[in-house]
């Protein structure tokens, strides 16, 4: 252990520690900008580029970055001198001469951590100003970059190359020239993006945010012509109340729901729901393979890893293309949701298809993109039209003068509005894998399932493994979220070496509860950790905890899609996958 002190407080702290970490441990907050430590989910970035943290060390001539200073035995750290103070603020005032002053207009306004500093230091003008350093726009279904509010933090290189290992952001030229772009400046829509979202998540500026389709979603609700229906996904509704002041893993289920009767959607429903098929078919599915597979038959392939992740189904087709014949056929529930609305409710209603909006609140940016796939569309007419994240739909809310916290909570509207705690779950790493075996148990061993709650699926673990015993087999499941991780698992399979038969991927840290279009969380984990405990929250409230038990979805397959894997439901809710 090594002690310092740090404005006057005395501290002790492991050898190897930064002053940045000693100063967190005394509660003496240091400001940083591009310093972020998300240690439990494998990103550090210490680049200590920006310099907005520097502080005075007592016997040392140049002031140090206490983002990237190791602690030496009886250090004496001055993070308050006049010193320090004054050189943070040109620090701040170089960042802003090279910056657009555009923070009226900026998407980040309110959330920007450059602003948030300047604020503090009280910056009014900024005495260097002089040129600047312009990119071209880069717009993609999903993201936008606009390179001339990057402050070269490198967080997002960080989070995409070396938690993500995905490789589509790096820094490239020098000097003025500078930036952070894909490979030869070529638009993300054409590099290996997989439109994860999680560079916009970790972005401290308006460099990289969401393309915004609110307003997509006010004309369609404003239509005379258009039946405007909208689905929730899971892990909005353990998030959303941030937007609005309220705790972390705060569920405010019904109160989305009132929120958008009050938007002026037709119906409200529930992806939950489409979570349910998606368990239907994606077990039918797995059950089907495992029984060839154990009968010997050498050309069906295992594990079966689940699909309803875009960002994952991107990443695979791009990275592991070779291996396109083992994830799950089952369309997302997203997706899913968006074939029934617009062929059984449609039907149903006796609205033609063509005058349905569907319109999905999502925690995710890779669903933007995901709507627009070809193989999603009938006549080029798309399943689902419009996709809008948390944060939208939080603006959206704010736009129409809703009081949000004070909402009564309504239900979601039957038939694709009933889920049960399997379709929930899904928000939360683990929970997909663990709806789908709470099913096959049952549709294996034709007994109940006494306990539902597979904890050892849960958690925040990069990688986790578990044994379930379902009659005679012991069933091996493996769980991996962020896509590095994921790729560990898929090296595994290539060689030869993966021991398991299911594996549940999600590409964002944490699973959809830590997507790319929630609530920012500032690099506070413990907010991923509340959200994941709301989702399970609302698992245990419900009555019905498996999907095979929803009576809408039983209602389903009789009167519509006749069984799981049949041809109707087949055309309708199953895909294939590119290279
Ligand atoms: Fe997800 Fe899914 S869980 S992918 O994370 O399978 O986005 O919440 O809607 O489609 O249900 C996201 C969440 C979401 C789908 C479901
Ligand atoms: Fe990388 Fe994901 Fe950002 Fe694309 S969206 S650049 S894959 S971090």
Redesign the pocket.
């Known amino acids: 252990m090594v002690k310092i002190t740090i404005d006057d407080k005395l501290v002790e702290v492991p050898k190897g520690s930064t002053i940045l970490d000693a100063a967190k441990k005394v509660n003496v907050e240091i400001p940083t900008l591009c310093h972020l430590n998300l240690h439990d989910v494998g990103l550090v970035n210490q680049t200590a580029s920006c310099r907005a943290c520097v502080v005075e060390v007592e016997g040392r001539r140049n002031l140090a970055p206490s983002c990237a200073t190791p602690v030496t035995d009886g250090m004496v750290v001055k993070s308050n001198s006049v010193r320090a103070l004054n050189a943070r603020k040109v620090v701040l005032e170089l960042l802003l001469s090279d910056h657009p002053k555009e923070c009226l207009t900026c998407a980040k306004s309110g959330e920007c951590e450059l602003q948030d500093l300047s604020e503090k230091f009280g910056i009014r003008e900024i005495r260097c100003d002089g040129a600047q350093s312009t990119y071209r726009e880069d717009y993609s279904p999903s993201i936008i970059r606009d390179m001339d509010k990057c402050i070269m933090c490198r967080r997002c290189e960080t989070m995409c190359n070396e938690v993500q290992t995905v490789g589509a952001l790096s820094g490239i030229n020098r000097g003025f020239d500078a930036v952070v772009s894909p490979a030869f400046e070529m638009n993300l829509e054409d590099s290996v993006c997989t439109y994860c979202g999680q560079c916009v998540a970790v972005c401290p500026t308006g460099a990289l945010t969401e393309k915004d389709y609110t307003w997509d979603v006010v004309s369609a609700l404003a239509d005379p012509e258009k039946t405007v229906v909208v689905q929730v ?4 509704r353990a998030a959303l109340g941030e937007e609005f002041g309220m705790e972390p893993g705060t569920l405010v289920t019904g109160k989305i729901v009132t929120a958008l009767k009050k938007l002026g959607f037709d119906n409200v429903f529930d ?2 729901f ?2 349910d098929l ?1 368990i239907m078919e994606e077990a039918s599915e797995f059950l089907d393979r495992l029984t060839r597979h154990l009968e010997g038959d050498k050309t069906v392939k295992l594990p079966i890893l689940t699909s ?2 875009p960002a994952w189904v991107k990443f695979f087709e791009h990275q592991f293309p070779e291996m396109k014949d083992i994830p799950s056929t089952a369309k ?4 899913m949701f968006g074939a029934i609305a617009k062929s059984y409710y449609a039907e149903k209603i006796g609205v033609k298809r063509e005058n349905m909006v569907v319109v999905s609140i ?3 940016l890779a ?1 933007k993109y995901e709507v627009g796939r070809d193989e999603f569309k009938v006549d080029g007419n798309p399943d689902v039209d419009i996709s809008i994240s948390t944060r939208e739909l939080a603006r959206m809310i704010k736009q129409f003068n809703i009081d949000f916290v004070d909402l009564e909570d309504q239900e979601f509207d039957n038939p694709l509005g009933e889920s049960t705690g399997a ?1 929930v779950i ?2 939360a790493t683990g929970g ?1 894998i663990e709806a789908a075996v709470r099913t096959a148990y049952e549709w294996v061993t034709k007994e109940e399932l006494k306990d539902v709650n597979f904890t050892s699926f849960r958690g925040l673990d990069g990688i986790k493994s578990a044994t379930v015993k379902v009659g005679d087999l012991d069933l091996n499941i493996g769980i991996a979220h962020g896509l590095g991780n994921a790729r560990k698992l898929l090296e595994d399979i290539k060689s030869g070496k993966s021991k398991f038969h299911a594996i549940e991927i ?1 590409a964002c840290p944490g ?2 509860i830590g ?1 790319g279009g929630q609530p920012y969380h500032h690099g506070d984990l413990d907010i991923l950790k509340k959200r994941a405990e709301a989702i399970y929250r609302e698992d245990e409230g419900k009555a019905i905890r498996k999907s095979h038990e929803n009576p809408y979805i039983k209602e389903l397959y009789s009167t519509y899609l006749g069984s799981p894997l049949g041809e109707k439901a087949h055309h309708l809710l199953h895909t294939h996958y590119f290279n």
């Open positions: 996904a899971p892990a909005v992806t939950d489409a979570a998606t309803c992740c997302s529930p997203q997706q999502m925690p995710c669903k379709g899904f928000g997909v999600m699973g959809c997507g």
